[in-house]
């Protein structure tokens, strides 16, 4: 095994690229300012890359910096929470991580159940766009989102989705909304980081091609939908995902749920050796039946 850099100069390297600043992040960790450059000074000696790039306005990551970080930023808050988990006598921990949309819509609402059928799991949670690293020890489960590609990892569907345009009832009563031929009169929001766009729903549906230009543009389901709610245009989003602004009449299918695009594109995705944990069988089982009951 290589040898590791010093976990001090590494908790100094994450502190400062959080921070922004040397002083700010010497304050965090109780130490000067001096000693931090220090640290960061020998451990880009030690990698023998430059982390940094510092100016009379400040500090910002290098790109082997940032590339870096979101290796081993990770795997340091892991640490962290093993550690505090260890200390205040927790030994059967569940680190799970999701895409940001799903967690937010989808997820968080239904964790109380999850809560009370198993109170002895310590569940930790976290969300965002990149995928978590297994061979970091990020997490047990990762909720992702996209075309399937992950060797080496067991990959499991979560629910089939049904793509379908959705606006607000009052968007579609001020446009008269009916035929799909009208959606060349309107804004359309596009989700940029979306399986299903809307070239594919035209192509499935629609006589004319999609168009060019957006109104606007979003890498997040949430967003989109907000936008949708705000009367901004017409969003392209899975109707599962979107279920409780459409249930609170927030959002509308504007042509109905038969005219959509239907899709796989949310997985709990875990190593194998991961699937003997007592508290990874819990959750698999857990969101697999929420997953089928929705």
Do not use: C
């Not at 804004?187 to 060019?212: E, T, Y």
């Not at 959509?260 to 069988?281: L, Q």
């Amino acid at each position: 095994m290589p040898t590791l850099p010093s976990v001090t100069n590494l908790q100094a390297f994450e502190a400062v690229a959080r921070r922004k600043s040397f002083a700010l992040a010497a304050s965090e960790l109780h130490l000067t300012a001096s000693a931090v450059s220090h640290q960061i000074s020998r451990l880009e000696a030690e990698l023998g890359v430059r982390l940094f790039e510092r100016s009379a306005h400040g500090v910002r990551l290098s790109a082997a910096g940032d590339l870096y970080l979101s290796k081993v930023g990770g795997a340091l808050s892991a640490i962290a929470s093993a550690t505090e988990d260890l200390r205040q006598g927790v030994s059967n921990s569940l680190y799970v991580h999701s895409a940001p949309s799903i967690a937010s819509l989808w997820l968080m609402s239904r964790l109380r159940g999850f809560a009370q059928a198993h109170p002895d799991v310590a569940l930790n949670l976290s969300a965002a766009h990149t995928p978590s690293d297994f061979a970091l020890g990020q997490a047990d489960i990762d909720i992702r989102y996209g075309i399937p590609n992950w060797p080496e990892l067991v990959v499991e569907p979560l629910f089939e989705e049904s793509i379908v345009p959705l606006a607000s009832p009052a968007f579609i009563r001020q446009h008269g909304l009916k035929d799909i031929e009208q959606l060349s009169n309107v804004k359309l929001i596009q989700s940029n980081v979306s399986v299903v766009q809307w070239a594919d729903w035209f192509a499935k549906f629609g006589r004319k091609r999609a168009p060019d230009w957006f109104a606007v543009r979003f890498d997040r389901a949430q967003m989109s939908l907000d936008a949708a709610t705000q009367g901004l245009g017409v969003a392209l989003e899975s109707a599962t995902i979107a279920a409780k602004h459409i249930a609170e009449r927030k959002l509308k299918p504007v042509f109905g749920l038969d005219r959509a695009v239907k899709v796989k594109a949310h997985f709990v995705v875990y190593p194998p050796r991961h699937a003997k944990r007592p508290a990874v069988k819990a959750f698999l089982e857990w969101i697999h039946g929420e997953a089928a009951r929705g």
